[in-house]
C-alpha cells in the first residue's frame, strides 16, 4: 500500500471532530443531529433485537410449557381383580407426547385395597435410583434388590438408603375401573 | 492501471474522504435505517404469507409439477432454449461463462474509468444479463403449468394435462376448429406424437378433449364451482341439469338452500360454454348414452343429412308435425288412447287404437304425458308434443357437432350377426364364446378377464375396443388382429366385432368376473383345497377327466413329489392347467401334493390315511404344540413320530391298540394319561390315526 | 467507572484504536445504493440468528424432518416468525447479494484496490445460492423434493462427470436421507464457516480499503 499522509483511513487528530464547533450556531445544530441519528440507530437496533430476541425466548421455551398429557387419568383396568390384603402389580401404557414425536411408557403401579373401595396406588420405582422394587408376600414389604431397600406396604421407608416414601398416585373408581393420576 | 494512476486514485481517494462524513453515527445511521426496513418487510411477509409446508415429500407422486426456487428459475428457463444435446450449454457453458466473467471483471476492465457511461462494454453486460435473467424468470413464472395451484385443489384433468401433454406442448394447445381431438389423442399424429391409447383411458381423453376445447372452462369451474363440488360429481351429472344449474341460479331445486351468485349474470355466454364443454366433453358417444339412449335405445339409426339432423337436435320437440286427431277420431278414442298412454297395464285395449295411429311414427315407443288431460289435449292438438329437449337451448355447439358426428358414425356401424361370427372365429378361443374369459394360454398362470361385463365396456369406447383388436395387447400376450398389424382382420370386420361387443353393453352376459377360485387361503386341508380347484378336471378322486389321472400307480410312481409341486406351481402351457403358484400358497400346494398322493387308487383299496398328507394336520394342530419342542415325543416329522417317545416308540405300525400313542388318545392307557390334555380329539381324526397306525403307519 | 474500565480494557486489548479505525474512520459521500452491503450483511446475521433457533427443533431425518418443520411452523410459540424469517431472509439474501454486485459493477468498484475484495464477493454469490438450495430441501416437503430433483438433474448434464457428481451430491442415485443429511451438514456446518471467513475477509478489506465514492461522470 502506499504511503498515506496522516492516519490511515484519513483519520483526522480528534476522533471527535464533527462535534467540535467551527461556529456557535454550528455547534448545536451537530450536535442535535448527532444525537437524534445515534437515538434512531439505538431505537431501530433495539425494535430488530426485541422483535426476534423476545419470541427466541417463547420459541425456545416452548416445550416446556406444553402439557403431556400427564395430568389425565391413566386407566390400570378392573377394581375387582384387586385382592384384599395384598399388593397387585398393574401396567398401564401412557401416551406422552413430546414436541411431534409420541411415545409409549409403561407405567407399573402396585395397588392395594383394605376393603373393596379405597385403593392405594404405588409407584415400583425406588425413591433412591429408580430400581425397580418387588413385592415380597411372606415379609409384607416391598424389597429393592439395588441398595436392599425396604417399603412397608404403605410405601414408607423401613430399611435401606432411600430418602423418601414410594411415589404415591391419586385413585379413583368409575364403573369398576380404576383410575390413577399423578398427584 | 499504470502505477502512476494508482498513486493518482488513492491520493484522489484520500480527498474524497477528507471531504466525507464520519462511519458512525451517520453512514451507520442509514445502514440501519436501510436493514430495519428490510427487517419490517421479512416481518410482514413472514406473518402475512407465512412460510409453507406442502405435504410431505412422496417420491412415487408423479403428479407433482417439480420447479426449482424462483432464484433458479432462470436457469430452469434457459434450458427451454437449449434442448436436447444443446442442454449442456444451457446448464453448464453459459453459467461457466458468467462466473468467469465475473471473477476476471477486475482484470478484463483495466481502465481508471469509473463511471459506468465511461465503461459501456461492462455496463451494457451487466444491464443485458439482467435483462435476461428477469425477463427468463418472469417467461418461467407465466409458463408455469397452470395447474400448480389446480393440481393442488384436486383438479385431476390439469394434472392429467400436465402429466402427459404439458412436457411437449406446454401450458397450452392451439386447436384448429373442426379437429376430432379424440382421435388425435388416441391414434398420435404423423408429427411424433405416441397414441395414447394404452395409457390412458376412454374417459381420461375424453377429459383431456374438454379441457384443451375449453381451457378456461378449468379455471370457471375452479372459480365457480370448485368450492363445492369435484369434477367428478359435475361430470357425471347431466348436460340439462348443468345447464339449468347455469341458468336458473338458485331456482335449480339442488341450489335453492346454496348462497351461490348469479351464474348467468357473471359468466359471460363464452364462459358458460367453455363451462359446458369442460364438464361434458364434447364427446358423441358420451353424450348419446347420456341424452339420447333413454329414449331413443342404444342402437343408432339415422336418415336424412347432417343439417337436418343437426337441426332435429337443435329444435328438439319442435321437429314433428303430429297431426290434430280432434278432427279424424272420436272423443272416445282419443280418450282410450290417452288411458293407454298414461298406463298401458291398465288399459290393454288401446294397444290396437295405438298401433292403428299412433306406431307408423311412434313404432313401439309409447309416449309419456304428465297427465291424462296432458295426454288428451296432445293427441287432440296433435304438434309438438313430446318432450324432446330443445337441445339447442342446453348443449353447446361444439357438443352438438359431437352428437351429430356420432351419430351418422354410429348408424354407419355393420350390423351385430357378423360380428357375432366373426368373435367366434376370433376371440373365442381366449375370451370364451359370452367373453367370460378364463387361463390365458399365451401366458401362464394369467387369467383373462372378462371382456363382457358392462364395467368393461363403459370403461371403454368403440376407438379404443379397435385399438385393442386391430394392435392386440402385447403385455397380455393378445397377438394384433389388424390387418396392419399383420393380423387376420380389416378394418371393416374389427368395427363389425366391436360393435358387436358394445351390444353386450346394455346386455351383459357376464357380470361377476368367472368363477376365478375365491382364493381358499383358509382351507387348510390338501382334500378340500382338491375338490374346489382339481376336481372339476381330474375327478373328484383323480380319475382323470379333462385332466390327468392321479390314480394310478404308474402315474403316481412316474412323478416324484416335486415335480408334482412344480406342476401345480407352474401349470403346462397351452393347457387349461394355470400356474396356481399365483393363487396358492406353497404350504397349500405342498398339502395338494400330499393328497393326491392319497389318491392312489392301487395302494389300499379305501386310500388308507397317511402320515404327510392326514395324520401330520391333526399332531400339528393338537400335538405339536407341546410335542415338538418340549421333548418327549416328538410329533412334527415322520422319522421322529415312529422312533421318538418315553420308554420305547409311541407308535407301532400295524399295532393300533397297542400303540401308546392311540391308548393316551382313547383313554386306555394303564397310567391313566390322556392326550391332550386341553380335551379329546374328535372321533374322526382318532379314527384317522387308528386306521393309520394299522394300515403299517405310512408315510405317503 | 466505565471510563475506568474502558482504560483497563484498553490496555489490555487496543480496542480504542481499532474502534477509531472502523467507527471513526471517515467516508466519502456516498448514496443509498451503498446501503445494500450492510443489509446483506444483516440479513445474514437474521438468517444465522433464526438458523441457530431452528436448529434446535429441527431433525434432518426424512421420517421426521418435516414432523419438526411442522412442529416448528404450527405450534411452537412464534415458530412461525423464526422460520418464516429464515424462509423469508433466505430470498432476501440473493436478491441484496445480486443488487449489491450490481452496484459494485455499475460503480466499478471492483477496480484496483478492490479486486480482492471484488473476488471474495463473487465466491460469497455462489456461497449464497448454495445455502439456498441445500436449505430448500431440508422442510422434506413435495416441493422441496421435487425442485432437489430438478435442481440435482440439471446438474446432471454436466459433461463426463455429471452423473458421478449427482451421486455424490445426493449420496447415492436418489434422494434420500443420506441426502437430507448431507444437505443439512452442508447447509449448517460447511457454508457457514466458509461463510463466515469470507465475510470477515471481505469486511475487513471493506475497512481497509474504505467505500468508493460515487464516481462521477467523466471519472
Known amino acids: ?183 | 492501471m499504470k502505477s502512476e494512476e494508482r498513486e493518482e486514485y488513492l491520493k484522489e481517494y484520500d480527498e474524497k474522504k477528507k471531504k466525507g462524513v464520519p462511519f458512525w453515527p451517520d453512514i451507520i445511521f442509514k445502514d440501519v435505517l436501510v436493514s430495519f426496513l428490510l427487517f419490517l418487510i421479512l416481518v410482514a411477509l413472514a406473518y402475512f404469507l407465512g412460510s409453507s409446508l406442502e405435504e410431505i415429500a412422496d417420491p412415487s407422486d408423479a403428479n407433482y409439477t417439480p420447479r426449482p426456487e424462483w432464484y433458479f428459475l432462470f436457469l430452469f428457463q434457459l434450458l427451454k432454449f437449449f434442448p436436447g444435446d444443446l442442454e449442456v450449454v444451457g446448464v453448464i457453458v453459459l453459467p461457466v461463462i458468467a462466473i468467469i466473467f465475473l471473477i476476471l471483471l477486475p482484470w478484463t476492465d483495466r481502465s481508471k474509468r469509473r463511471h459506468p457511461s465511461g465503461r459501456p462494454v461492462v455496463t451494457g453486460i451487466t444491464v443485458a444479463g439482467l435483462v435476461a435473467a428477469i425477463f427468463l424468470t418472469v417467461q418461467a413464472i407465466e409458463e408455469a403449468p397452470l395447474p400448480a395451484s389446480a393440481t393442488a385443489e384436486g383438479d385431476r384433468v390439469a394434472a392429467l394435462y400436465v402429466e402427459n401433454c404439458a412436457g411437449c406442448h406446454g401450458p397450452t394447445v392451439i386447436v384448429a376448429p373442426g379437429t376430432d381431438l379424440f382421435a388425435v389423442i388416441s391414434a398420435g399424429t404423423h408429427e411424433g406424437m405416441p397414441s395414447w391409447n394404452s395409457d390412458l383411458s376412454a374417459d381420461e381423453i375424453d377429459a383431456l378433449v374438454g379441457f384443451l376445447l375449453a381451457p378456461n372452462g378449468n379455471e370457471v369451474f375452479a372459480a365457480a364451482c370448485a368450492e363445492c363440488h369435484t369434477l367428478d360429481q359435475l361430470i357425471e351429472a347431466d348436460a340439462i341439469d348443468l345447464r339449468s344449474a347455469l341458468e336458473l341460479g338458485t331456482g335449480f331445486a339442488p341450489h335453492a338452500d346454496a348462497a351461490i351468485p348469479d351464474w348467468k349474470g357473471l359468466l359471460s355466454a363464452a364462459e358458460q360454454a367453455q363451462l359446458l364443454n369442460f364438464l361434458t366433453a364434447p364427446d358423441g358417444q358420451r353424450l348419446w348414452t347420456q341424452l339420447c339412449a333413454a329414449c331413443h335405445g342404444r342402437s343408432v339409426a339415422v336418415s336424412g343429412d347432417e343439417a337436418a339432423l343437426r337441426d332435429l337436435i337443435v329444435k328438439g320437440g319442435g321437429h314433428l308435425d303430429m297431426p290434430a286427431f280432434g278432427g279424424t277420431l272420436v272423443d272416445t278414442d282419443i280418450q282410450a288412447l290417452a288411458i293407454y298412454v298414461m298406463d298401458q297395464t291398465a288399459y290393454p285395449a288401446g294397444e290396437g287404437l295405438f298401433a292403428q295411429h299412433c306406431s307408423s311414427c311412434h313404432a313401439q315407443r309409447v309416449p309419456t304425458a304428465g297427465s291424462l288431460d296432458e295426454a288428451v289435449a296432445a293427441i287432440a292438438r296433435g304438434g309438438a308434443h313430446e318432450d324432446m329437449p330443445v337441445w339447442g337451448e342446453i348443449l353447446t355447439d361444439e357438443q352438438i357437432g359431437a352428437l351429430v358426428a356420432y351419430v351418422f358414425q354410429a348408424a354407419d356401424l355393420p350390423d351385430l350377426a357378423g360380428g357375432e361370427d366373426l368373435f367366434a372365429q376370433n376371440c373365442a378361443a381366449c375370451h370364451g364364446e359370452l367373453g367370460e374369459g378364463g387361463p390365458n394360454p399365451a401366458r401362464a398362470g394369467d387369467i383373462i378377464a372378462p371382456i363382457s361385463t358392462a364395467e368393461y365396456l363403459r370403461t371403454r369406447d368403440d376407438q379404443t375396443l379397435r385399438a385393442i383388436v386391430s394392435q392386440g395387447q402385447p403385455n397380455f400376450g393378445m397377438s394384433p388382429f389388424g390387418d396392419s398389424f399383420g393380423g387376420p382382420l380389416n378394418d371393416e370386420q374389427i368395427d363389425t366385432i366391436v360393435a358387436f361387443l358394445r351390444a353386450w353393453e346394455a346386455d351383459p352376459p357376464v357380470e361377476l368376473p368367472p368363477d376365478v377360485p375365491a382364493v381358499p387361503q383358509s382351507t387348510s386341508s390338501g382334500r378340500e383345497v382338491y375338490q374346489q380347484l382339481c376336481a372339476q378336471c381330474h375327478g373328484d378322486r383323480g380319475q382323470g377327466g379333462i385332466g390327468t389321472a392321479f390314480g394310478e400307480q404308474a402315474w403316481q410312481s412316474a412323478n416324484s413329489d416335486s415335480a408334482i409341486f412344480d406342476a401345480i406351481n407352474l401349470g403346462h402351457e397351452a393347457t387349461a392347467m394355470i400356474a396356481w403358484g399365483e393363487i396358492l400358497t406353497s404350504q397349500q400346494i405342498e398339502q395338494l401334493v400330499a393328497y393326491i398322493r392319497t389318491l392312489n387308487s392301487s395302494g389300499s383299496a379305501t386310500g388308507a390315511p397317511t402320515f404327510v398328507g392326514d395324520v401330520l394336520p391333526i399332531f400339528q394342530a393338537s400335538c405339536a404344540a407341546c410335542h415338538g419342542s418340549l421333548g418327549g415325543w416328538t410329533g412334527t416329522n415322520y422319522e421322529d413320530a415312529l422312533n421318538t417317545g418315553e420308554g420305547g416308540p409311541t407308535i407301532l405300525p400295524g399295532d393300533p391298540d397297542n400303540s401308546r400313542l392311540v391308548q393316551t388318545l382313547v383313554g386306555t392307557h394303564p397310567d391313566g394319561i390322556v392326550m391332550p390334555p386341553s380335551g379329546a380329539l374328535s372321533d374322526t381324526d382318532v379314527q384317522t390315526i387308528v386306521d393309520w397306525i394299522a394300515a403299517g403307519a405310512p408315510e405317503r | 467507572m466505565a471510563t475506568r474500565f474502558g482504560d483497563w480494557l484498553n490496555e489490555r486489548s487496543g480496542w480504542r484504536a481499532a474502534y477509531t479505525m472502523v467507527f471513526l474512520r471517515k467516508i466519502p459521500k456516498i448514496n443509498w445504493a451503498y446501503t445494500l452491503g450492510s443489509a446483506t450483511l444483516f440479513a445474514m446475521i437474521i438468517q444465522i440468528v433464526t438458523g441457530i433457533l431452528l436448529t434446535l427443533y429441527y431433525v434432518p431425518d426424512p421420517q421426521l424432518a418435516y414432523a419438526s418443520v411442522g412442529y416448528i411452523t404450527n405450534e411452537l410459540p412464534f415458530g412461525w416468525l423464526i422460520r418464516g424469517l429464515h424462509h423469508w431472509g433466505a430470498s432476501a439474501m440473493v436478491l441484496l447479494v445480486v443488487l449489491h454486485m450490481v452496484r459494485v459493477i455499475i460503480y466499478g468498484a471492483y477496480k484496483y484496490p478492490r479486486e480482492f475484495t471484488w473476488i471474495t464477493g463473487v465466491a460469497l454469490l455462489l456461497l449464497t445460492f448454495s445455502f439456498g438450495f441445500t436449505g430448500y430441501l431440508l422442510p422434506w416437503d413435495q416441493r422441496a423434493y421435487w425442485a432437489t430433483v430438478v435442481g440435482t438433474q440439471i446438474g446432471e448434464v454436466t459433461p463426463v462427470v455429471g452423473d458421478t457428481l449427482r451421486a455424490v451430491m445426493l449420496g447415492g442415485e436418489e434422494i434420500s436421507g443420506l441426502t437430507l443429511s448431507r444437505f443439512y451438514g452442508a447447509h449448517v456446518w460447511v457454508l457457514p464457516s466458509v461463510l463466515l471467513l469470507l465475510v470477515g475477509i471481505h469486511i475487513y478489506l471493506v475497512i481497509r480499503n474504505g467505500i468508493t465514492s460515487v464516481p462521477k461522470r467523466g471519472e
Open chain 1, 1 to 183: 500500500m502506499v504511503e498515506e499522509k496522516g492516519h490511515p483511513n484519513g483519520i483526522d487528530e480528534q476522533p471527535a471532530t464533527d462535534a467540535k464547533p467551527k461556529a456557535g450556531e454550528d455547534l448545536d445544530h451537530r450536535v442535535s443531529r448527532r444525537k437524534l441519528l445515534v437515538t434512531g440507530v439505538g431505537v431501530m437496533s433495539g425494535a430488530i433485537a426485541a422483535t426476534v430476541g423476545v419470541p427466541a425466548i417463547f420459541y425456545v421455551a416452548g416445550p416446556a410449557q406444553e402439557q403431556g398429557g400427564e395430568q389425565d387419568w391413566i386407566r390400570l383396568g378392573t377394581a375387582s381383580s384387586i385382592e384384599t390384603g395384598t399388593q397387585t402389580l398393574m401396567k398401564a401404557t401412557v401416551e406422552r407426547r413430546a414436541g411431534y414425536l409420541t411415545t409409549t411408557e409403561e407405567l407399573s403401579v402396585f395397588v392395594s385395597t383394605e376393603n373393596g373401595a379405597d385403593f392405594v396406588a404405588l409407584s415400583n420405582i425406588c425413591t433412591h435410583l429408580g430400581c425397580r422394587v418387588r413385592w415380597v408376600d411372606d415379609q409384607n414389604a416391598f424389597f429393592c434388590p439395588c441398595h436392599n431397600a425396604v417399603f412397608g406396604p404403605d410405601g414408607t421407608v423401613l430399611e435401606g438408603p432411600p430418602p423418601r416414601p414410594l411415589d404415591r398416585f391419586e385413585t379413583k373408581v368409575e364403573d369398576g375401573q380404576i383410575f390413577i393420576r399423578r398427584t
